[in-house]
């Protein structure tokens, strides 16, 4: 083959690599809107129990393996709502201490206790958070992580959504553990959907992921640690003091 064709046929794989990873990952064409970096207010608690992750009834709290030590909790405003604040809990001895918190993003038509592909939905539950990465190069992320131009967005979408996958940390559901956060197995089949990951904001709802800003987004590759065992608790308020 001649070198222009050579150079032909590796832009075209590039291109259908980046397309099957924005396909099967969170973040549709639809959105825009300003940012939802500014800092989150403290969610309300619903007890004052420092060993308890504050709003979460005892279902979920019961499902935070007892080794972790990292708490990623996404309090959505609703059960049909978009908006949602994600704080960082980190625990010191037995008791649970509030680190960061942020306003965020999730599943543009809310959240769902029975998650399915293309529900636009964020599933409810507590999540391991065990791979990383993204477009851009490592920014010291403690996390396993991986740089590829596979996780852009089509720019068919919309400009706003470019830098959705600039940085992605995978949330553990319906997905191989150990494996990059664009990896297509899905361990209960595709109707179970999958692809779910924290990753930056572009001002409005997902298709299913949890996203927050940049500097937010810095802050956790740089923060979770495999030795933390972090996990993700996530869900409408309801659904997470139920």
């Known amino acids: 083959m001649h070198s222009g064709g050579v150079r032909r046929a590796v832009a075209a794989t590039a291109v259908i690599a980046s397309l099957v990873t924005a396909l099967s990952a969170c973040g549709g064409a639809e959105g825009g809107g300003t940012d939802a970096g500014r800092p989150a207010t403290r969610p309300h608690a619903t007890t004052a129990d420092p060993t308890r992750i504050p709003g979460v009834g005892d279902r979920l709290q019961r499902q935070i393996p007892s080794g972790s030590r990292q708490v990623v909790a996404v309090y959505g405003d609703g059960k049909n709502s978009a908006d949602s604040k994600v704080v960082l809990y980190t625990k010191h001895g037995s008791a649970w201490q509030r680190e960061r918190g942020w306003a965020g993003h999730n599943g543009k038509k809310g959240w769902t206790t029975d998650h399915h592909e293309d529900d636009d939905r964020s599933p409810v539950g507590v999540f391991t958070l065990s791979d990383a990465g993204g477009v851009l190069p490592d920014p010291g992320s403690r996390l396993p992580y991986t740089r590829s131009a596979a996780f852009a967005a089509p720019r068919w979408w919309a ?3 470019w830098h959705d996958f600039d940085y992605v940390i995978a949330i553990d559901y319906n997905r191989v553990k150990g494996t990059p956060p664009n990896d297509q197995t899905r361990p209960e089949g595709q109707k179970k959907g999958g692809g779910i990951w924290l990753h930056m904001d572009h001002g409005s709802g997902t298709s299913a992921c949890v996203s927050v800003s940049r500097p937010a ?15 993700v608790v996530m869900g409408d308020r309801a659904d997470l003091a139920a």
């Open 159 to 161: 400009k706003s959504h």
């Open 217 to 231: 987004m810095r802050y956790l590759l740089r923060t979770l640690d495999p030795r933390q065992r972090p996990v």
